[in-house]
Protein backbone atom coordinates (compact mmCIF):
# COMPACT_ATOMS: atom_id res chain seq x y z
CA UNK A 1 0.00 0.00 0.00
CA UNK A 2 1.21 3.37 -0.54
CA UNK A 3 0.70 5.39 2.06
CA UNK A 4 1.42 9.42 1.47
CA UNK A 5 2.39 12.22 3.88
CA UNK A 6 1.68 15.66 3.20
CA UNK A 7 2.75 19.28 5.07
CA UNK A 8 3.41 22.14 5.56
CA UNK A 9 4.06 24.89 7.62
CA UNK A 10 1.69 27.28 8.95
CA UNK A 11 -2.12 27.18 8.23
CA UNK A 12 -2.18 30.22 5.56
CA UNK A 13 -0.77 27.58 3.14
CA UNK A 14 -2.26 25.06 0.97
CA UNK A 15 -1.39 21.41 1.12
CA UNK A 16 -3.24 20.77 -2.29
CA UNK A 17 -0.04 20.19 -4.80
CA UNK A 18 1.25 17.72 -2.30
CA UNK A 19 -1.72 15.98 -1.96
CA UNK A 20 -2.30 15.64 -6.10
CA UNK A 21 0.91 14.54 -6.19
CA UNK A 22 0.31 12.01 -3.77
CA UNK A 23 -3.23 11.11 -5.33
CA UNK A 24 -1.22 10.91 -9.00
CA UNK A 25 1.59 8.18 -8.10
CA UNK A 26 -1.58 5.78 -6.04
CA UNK A 27 -1.42 6.66 -2.55
CA UNK A 28 -4.27 5.30 -0.96
CA UNK A 29 -4.27 7.12 2.28
CA UNK A 30 -2.63 10.53 2.97
CA UNK A 31 -1.81 11.82 6.33
CA UNK A 32 -1.59 15.78 6.23
CA UNK A 33 -1.04 18.53 8.74
CA UNK A 34 0.04 22.32 9.14
CA UNK A 35 3.11 22.52 11.36
CA UNK A 36 6.71 23.02 11.56
CA UNK A 37 9.27 20.56 9.62
CA UNK A 38 11.89 21.77 12.39
CA UNK A 39 11.16 18.32 14.93
CA UNK A 40 9.08 16.06 14.75
CA UNK A 41 7.25 17.06 18.20
CA UNK A 42 4.00 18.14 18.24
CA UNK A 43 3.38 16.53 14.68
CA UNK A 44 0.68 14.05 15.20
CA UNK A 45 -0.35 12.91 11.56
CA UNK A 46 3.26 12.18 11.23
CA UNK A 47 3.45 10.21 14.24
CA UNK A 48 -0.16 8.21 12.99
CA UNK A 49 1.14 8.12 9.62
CA UNK A 50 4.88 6.20 10.94
CA UNK A 51 2.08 4.11 12.93
CA UNK A 52 -0.03 3.32 10.27
CA UNK A 53 2.44 1.72 7.90
CA UNK A 54 3.70 -2.45 7.83
CA UNK A 55 5.74 -3.94 5.78
CA UNK A 56 5.65 -3.67 1.88
CA UNK A 57 4.05 -0.80 1.97
CA UNK A 58 5.30 2.99 0.80
CA UNK A 59 6.19 5.87 2.69
CA UNK A 60 5.48 8.46 0.37
CA UNK A 61 6.16 12.71 0.36
CA UNK A 62 6.95 15.09 -2.22
CA UNK A 63 10.41 16.40 -0.99
CA UNK A 64 12.58 15.31 1.95
CA UNK A 65 11.96 18.38 3.55
CA UNK A 66 8.34 17.76 3.93
CA UNK A 67 8.89 14.90 6.34
CA UNK A 68 11.96 16.10 8.16
CA UNK A 69 14.21 19.33 8.44
CA UNK A 70 17.33 17.82 10.50
CA UNK A 71 19.21 14.74 9.34
CA UNK A 72 18.75 13.35 13.21
CA UNK A 73 14.77 13.31 12.59
CA UNK A 74 15.13 11.98 9.14
CA UNK A 75 17.51 9.65 10.31
CA UNK A 76 15.26 8.12 13.27
CA UNK A 77 12.21 7.92 10.73
CA UNK A 78 14.62 6.30 8.35
CA UNK A 79 15.54 3.72 10.71
CA UNK A 80 11.96 2.86 12.50
CA UNK A 81 10.30 2.77 8.72
CA UNK A 82 13.18 0.00 7.76
CA UNK A 83 12.86 -2.38 10.76
CA UNK A 84 9.43 -1.97 9.96
CA UNK A 85 9.86 -3.30 6.23
CA UNK A 86 8.35 -0.10 4.67
CA UNK A 87 10.07 1.44 1.87
CA UNK A 88 10.78 5.72 1.52
CA UNK A 89 9.45 6.90 -1.75
CA UNK A 90 9.50 10.66 -2.78
CA UNK A 91 7.77 12.02 -5.61
CA UNK A 92 9.81 14.87 -6.63
CA UNK A 93 13.19 13.90 -5.77
CA UNK A 94 14.78 10.49 -6.83
CA UNK A 95 15.40 9.77 -3.69
CA UNK A 96 14.28 6.21 -1.99
CA UNK A 97 15.51 3.41 0.37
CA UNK A 98 15.56 1.08 -1.79
CA UNK A 99 18.86 0.85 -3.28
CA UNK A 100 22.45 2.32 -1.86
CA UNK A 101 22.47 5.32 -3.91
CA UNK A 102 19.24 6.35 -3.59
CA UNK A 103 19.72 5.89 0.52
CA UNK A 104 22.72 7.65 -0.05
CA UNK A 105 21.11 10.53 -1.79
CA UNK A 106 17.95 10.66 0.81
CA UNK A 107 20.95 11.36 3.34
CA UNK A 108 22.43 14.36 1.57
CA UNK A 109 19.24 15.67 1.05
CA UNK A 110 18.60 15.56 4.85
CA UNK A 111 22.10 17.39 5.12
CA UNK A 112 20.45 19.96 3.07
CA UNK A 113 17.24 20.52 4.63
CA UNK A 114 18.97 21.22 7.83
CA UNK A 115 21.30 23.29 6.19
CA UNK A 116 18.67 25.52 4.78
CA UNK A 117 16.57 25.54 8.39
CA UNK A 118 19.61 26.71 9.70
CA UNK A 119 20.28 29.17 7.43
CA UNK A 120 16.99 30.57 7.82
CA UNK A 121 17.38 31.01 11.64
CA UNK A 122 20.75 33.43 11.32
CA UNK A 123 19.19 35.47 8.65
CA UNK A 124 16.59 35.95 11.02
CA UNK A 125 18.58 36.24 13.81
CA UNK A 126 20.76 38.98 11.99
CA UNK A 127 17.56 40.96 10.64
CA UNK A 128 16.26 41.08 14.16
CA UNK A 129 19.64 42.35 15.71
CA UNK A 130 19.66 45.33 12.82
CA UNK A 131 16.02 46.07 13.59
CA UNK A 132 17.09 46.50 17.03
CA UNK A 133 20.05 48.59 16.56
CA UNK A 134 17.61 50.73 14.74
CA UNK A 135 14.94 50.42 17.15
CA UNK A 136 12.54 49.20 14.82
CA UNK A 137 12.20 46.16 16.68
CA UNK A 138 9.91 45.86 20.28
CA UNK A 139 9.75 42.35 20.19
CA UNK A 140 6.67 40.85 20.00
CA UNK A 141 3.08 42.45 21.61
CA UNK A 142 2.08 41.12 25.14
CA UNK A 143 -0.73 38.57 25.19
CA UNK A 144 -0.78 38.53 28.77
CA UNK A 145 -3.03 41.03 30.44
CA UNK A 146 -0.86 42.51 33.21
CA UNK A 147 -3.55 44.14 34.68
CA UNK A 148 -6.19 40.81 34.67
CA UNK A 149 -2.70 39.32 36.81
CA UNK A 150 -3.31 42.39 38.58
CA UNK A 151 -7.17 42.13 39.75
CA UNK A 152 -7.26 38.67 40.90
CA UNK A 153 -3.98 38.80 42.80
CA UNK A 154 -6.00 41.82 44.57
CA UNK A 155 -8.77 39.11 44.55
CA UNK A 156 -6.30 36.78 46.85
CA UNK A 157 -5.38 34.82 44.56
CA UNK A 158 -2.27 32.72 44.40
CA UNK A 159 0.18 32.35 41.34
CA UNK A 160 -0.55 28.92 40.50
CA UNK A 161 -4.65 29.90 40.77
CA UNK A 162 -3.83 32.89 38.37
CA UNK A 163 -1.60 31.01 35.73
CA UNK A 164 -4.76 28.15 35.71
CA UNK A 165 -7.35 30.65 35.51
CA UNK A 166 -5.34 32.36 32.63
CA UNK A 167 -4.24 29.15 31.06
CA UNK A 168 -0.77 30.49 31.01
CA UNK A 169 2.76 29.57 32.73
CA UNK A 170 2.79 30.05 36.60
CA UNK A 171 6.41 31.54 36.08
CA UNK A 172 4.67 33.98 33.72
CA UNK A 173 2.83 35.38 36.45
CA UNK A 174 5.60 36.12 38.88
CA UNK A 175 7.46 37.64 35.56
CA UNK A 176 4.82 39.60 34.93
CA UNK A 177 4.28 40.98 38.64
CA UNK A 178 7.64 41.60 39.40
CA UNK A 179 8.07 43.78 36.06
CA UNK A 180 4.77 45.47 36.59
CA UNK A 181 4.97 47.20 39.92
Keep these: MKVGYARVSSTGQSLEVQIQALK ?27 DFVRDKDQFCFTRIDRVARNILDLQLIVKELTEKGVVLTATDQPISTKDATSK ?11 LETNLRAERQKEGIAKAVAEGKYKGRKAEIDIDQIRQLKEEGLGATAIANQLNIHRGSVYRLLKNKN
Design 104 to 114: CFLDMLGVFAE
Design 24 to 50: NIGCEKIFQEKVSGTSTHGREQLKDCL
